[in-house]
């Protein structure tokens, strides 16, 4: 047998996957390609796997098995908290895994690989007069694969859902390189996954009530394994979507679509108060609203006084304002919808104005989109770094979370934009770091701990439709409590007892930090 070779850290067989027909490099150019992706993470894997087919990937995770060999599955790179990167072999389930199958347009369904784009999805179905209505803001480059990883959601998931409602069936490849295809409402008809299922049963059944019990009361989540969902519904889906390749690997899926929503309007709702918008939130909902997006104090005073607010010019004092989308299949029905906001705001908030004309639409959306290159010019030597960007609460406790991301961004200096997805209870947080300061990283750190303790006590999860990642994956248990993550780790261990699939991401590996594998150097005091 020939010498092992060590890469990234990682130990390797000196020879290749034997029954592997797609690249395998460990090539040290290529292997920086994947090093990074969208977030704040760095991780040179050892190498880069890029299968043909389903085939190799099984054939691949056989090898992976046979040595111990970490994979870590790649989709585009635009997750957020690194479930995308990692020292083991990265598996670029991209490259040949593009394709977008015929719409069904009786079942309204598609069958497609985990490397098609978001936006090629939509744009076969839309020919039908479909869509997939999930939309994370990376749509145009995000992979469904890395949407069913992550259960991402977006602006419309107030209305419509993250992904897990959507996905019907998976294609997986397991640890040792078997393979089974999970379909909602179908019992597993095959010994790989009915083995894996019966241990996952067998260390949750006895648990059932207080994990109900116990369940973060939350709109929604992509954090930990998706057990509450699981039980509720006997469909091994729904513990698959979301796992970030921790439990196998998805080559295919099959996922629901609906119409296309014919028109839309749109209510800017402003506040100087900031529990009347967090009460606003609650009684919006009750109109069905397709978004109930939010910006705050500190995102509105960034536009107004950068002067890009001439559309919708913006006042002073206010401390949030709602984007309230409402969608129909008619014009008049739709106006009618965007009044019954007016008419609930009355009394409520500072001003109400509504739009149902597309251009005077897109001048209010204007004032939320502005922000992103405006961050990006008043960051100067600081960088924008989204270490507590996805945090989710019960949609009463909004306020509540405000005011906890607020003092501790002020309790150590740190200037932020505040903006989400208020129907979900979902924000989003930019801190500007300035990465010249010496112990930058230690105080990132304790930020992510403090803010992580915080969101606890008010019912909530770090992880609302990014995952947890690398990122995350140390304050689990701050979350969910040491005994919620010993079944978590139960779930882990029925699926993947060596550890080979993805390692660190979700369950932290022992002694892992929140920015352990930052990318930006930390500055040492003299």
């Given amino acids: 047998m020939r010498e092992r070779l060590v890469s990234a850290g990682v130990s390797l067989p000196a020879d290749p996957p034997p029954a592997f027909r797609g690249e395998f490099c460990v090539e040290e150019a290529r292997r920086t390609e994947f090093s990074e992706h969208a977030g704040i993470l760095r991780s040179t894997p050892a190498a880069i796997a890029v299968p043909v087919d389903a085939d190799d990937v099984s054939a691949l995770l056989r090898w992976a098995w046979d040595?111990?060999?970490?994979v870590v599955p790649r989709g585009a790179g635009t997750g957020m908290p690194g479930g995308n990167i990692g020292p083991g072999v990265v598996v670029d389930l991209v490259t040949h895994f593009r394709r977008v199958g015929a719409v069904d347009t009786e079942r309204r369904t598609v069958q497609v690989q985990p490397g098609a784009t978001l936006a090629a999805v939509n744009a076969a179905a839309s020919r039908h007069g479909l869509?997939?209505?999930?939309?994370?803001?990376?749509?145009?480059?995000?992979?469904?694969?890395?949407?069913?990883?992550?259960?991402?959601g977006g602006a419309h998931t107030v209305r419509h859902g993250s992904t897990r409602r959507w996905v019907q069936s998976v294609d997986v490849v397991w640890d040792d390189g078997t393979r089974s295809t999970l379909t909602r409402g179908v019992p597993a008809d095959d010994e790989h996954a009915r083995v894996r299922l019966a241990r996952v049963d067998e260390a949750i059944g006895p648990h059932r009530d207080w994990i109900d019990h116990s369940w973060p009361r939350v709109r929604k989540n992509s954090s930990g394994y998706a057990l509450r969902e699981y039980l509720q519904t006997g469909d091994p889906v729904d513990l698959l979507v979301g796992s970030e390749g921790t439990l196998g690997l998805v080559v295919g899926a099959t996922v629901r679509l609906e119409p296309i929503t014919a028109h839309r309007g749109l209510a800017l709702v402003e506040f100087t108060d900031l529990e009347a918008a967090g009460a606003a939130v609650l009684r919006i909902l009750e109109l069905g609203p397709a978004t109930c997006e939010m910006v705050d104090r500190t995102f509105i005073d960034l536009v107004r006084d950068s002067g890009e607010d001439p559309g919708y010019p913006l006042g002073e004092g206010l401390e949030a304002i709602l984007f309230v989308e409402m969608e129909g299949e008619w014009v008049e029905a739709v106006a009618d919808a965007l009044e019954r906001v007016r008419a609930e705001m009355a009394g409520v908030a500072h001003r109400v104005s509504l739009a149902v004309d597309p251009q005077q639409q897109e001048r209010f959306w204007h004032v939320r989109h502005a922000a992103s290159p405006l961050i990006a010019r008043m960051a100067g030597g600081r960088v924008s770094m989204q270490f507590i960007e996805d945090g989710v609460v019960p949609v009463n406790r909004l306020p509540d979370y405000i005011r906890l991301l607020r003092a501790v961004l002020e309790r150590h200096a740190l200037p932020a934009v505040i903006f989400g997805h208020a129907g979900d209870g979902n924000l989003h947080v930019n801190p500007l770091v300035d990465v010249a300061k010496p112990g930058w990283r230690e105080e990132a750190e304790a930020i992510v701990y403090e803010v992580a303790e915080g969101v606890a006590l008010l019912g909530g999860t770090m992880a609302g439709e990014?995952?947890?990642?690398?990122?995350?994956?140390?304050?689990?248990?701050?979350?969910?409590?040491?005994?919620?993550?010993?079944l978590f780790r139960a779930v882990k261990d029925a699926f993947d007892p060596r550890g080979i699939l993805n390692p660190g991401v979700i369950l932290p590996l022992p002694g892992q930090r929140p920015l352990d594998a930052i990318k930006y150097a930390p500055v040492l005091a003299d």
Wanted: proline residues 9%; charged residues 15%; without cysteine.
């Fill in 67 to 70: 040595h111990g060999v970490p």
């Fill in 131 to 152: 869509h997939f209505p999930v939309d994370p803001s990376s749509a145009e480059r995000a992979t469904i694969g890395g949407l069913i990883a992550n259960n991402s």
């Fill in 466 to 486: 990014h995952g947890d990642g690398r990122l995350r994956a140390p304050v689990l248990e701050t979350i969910w409590g040491a005994e919620m993550v010993s």
